[in-house]
């Protein structure tokens, strides 16, 4: 049998390196909690891993004026438990809180989930939720930035190229806090919990007349990859929070999900669960009698 | 290859195969059986280790990212022949009947505790999300848990 091959670049120009060497047997490990339920395969077709973890430089989290950039290293653990995070981008924190398991989220980083491209990977509706860009590395050692929608394809799909890999993710900050993440799993366990249906709410508000400005709200686990729902995001603009507006929401959220989902009677349930989790996001955020 | 990492407080300097997991390491090379593997996929925390101070399933981590780090197991916990008061207090609350979870459990809880040393109930039950047991019911490992932070208290007073 083909041993398994193990190569660790301590920096970006080291990564590089390995990357143009990198055939289609190679594969990147971040965190591993994805990569490694594969690895009796992995053993078998003698893969070569790259192995990210021992690269520092990918471990940073760096704030910029307007912009948070999360390096590929960064756990998920790090992400909920940051105070600028939780204050600022709490869609972000929530999501990072509601990864997997806490010994899951001591390893777990973004890429993973975006690479990984399933239709429940709880990050990539939170990162097209907040305009995020990914930072991209390949073997010629030169860095491009691509939008979360042009690098997850479909299921299991991405634009990756064997030459490429993920290196941080660029977010935007938004200008106030409004915004929110919320999910509902198929299983009554509080952790390990696949997303059912996932919504993630990004608003824009002016002050002091607290108008919507903008809206940005994504579903995740309703189709093969997670969209944005535009006739929903549509009902909020120059509108003032409200209950009313919180059903309507709720409503056009709904009515999306039944035209992806069809008539196939396994996913009805998810038709409540979006009704359901729209409406706790609104309250959340604005404290809505709903 | 070469692997240098520090466990239970001993620098280590192995040839391994990079193919192996951290539970195989630790189980079928170093013949560390404390630490049990359940279902493999970081569902149920039964192989949980603490990796830098922070508890990771010994599945999801394949052996050579341990390098440089240091790792402790539930083998590590007993010092100088006398058990940690973690596991007296699993032992004195009746936390353990069939015991393969418990060195997972024991780990989770140690990471908890080596973090904030006096965890509110909803801070166990969050920190031991990740461990599943089939036997106990889960009350009386919380009960260890916050009988374990009052002896700790009680000694450092």
Known sequence: MPELRFEMPSNLPELAECLAGAGDDTRLLGGGTDLLLQLPALRFQGTTLIDLSGMRELSEMRFEKDVLEIGANVTYARIAQDPFIRSRIPCLAAMAARIGSP????????????????????????????????????????????????LVLGIGKTSLSRNEAIIGVRI??????????????????????????????????????????????????????????????????????????????????????????????????????????????????????? | MRLDFTLNGAVLSLDIDPGLRLIDLLRDVLDMTGTKEGCGEGECGACTIILDGVAVDSC??????????????????????????????FIDSGAIQCGYCTPGMLMSAKALLMRTPEPTEHEIRSA??????????????????????????AHHA
């Open chain 1, 103 to 150: 010994q899951i989220r001591n390893c777990a980083c973004l890429p993973g989930n975006l690479v990984n491209a399933s239709p429940g990977g709880d990050a990539i509706g939170t990162i097209l939720a907040l305009d995020a860009r990914v930072r991209l590395l390949n073997g010629a050692g030169a860095i491009r930035e691509c939008a979360i929608d042009e």
């Open chain 2, 60 to 89: 999801m981590v394949m052996a050579m990212q341990v390098r440089g780090r240091e790792v402790l197991t539930v083998e590590g916990l007993e010092q100088k022949g006398e058990l940690d008061e973690l596991q007296r207090a």
């Open chain 1, 172 to 290: 935007p900050i938004p200008a106030s806090p409004w915004n929110a993440y919320g999910k509902i799993g198929l299983t009554p366990r509080r952790e390990v919990i696949i997303a059912n249906v996932s919504l993630t709410m990004v608003f824009e508000i002016t002050e002091p007349d607290r108008r919507i400005r903008a809206a940005r709200m994504v579903l995740g686990s309703t189709s093969p990859r997670a969209h944005r729902v535009s006739s929903a995001e549509a009902l909020c603009v120059d509108q003032v929070p409200s209950s009313e507006l919180a059903r309507e929401v709720a409503e056009a959220l709904k009515r999306d999900v039944a035209g992806t989902i069809g008539a196939n009677p396994a996913f009805q349930h998810k038709l409540n669960d979006v009704r359901g989790l729209a409406l706790d996001l609104f309250h959340e955020l604005f404290a809505l009698e709903l």
């Open chain 2, 128 to 153: 031991m999300a990740g461990n599943l047991c089939r036997c106990t019911g889960y009350l009386k490992i919380i009960q260890a848990v916050q009988k374990a932070s009052q002896m700790q208290s």
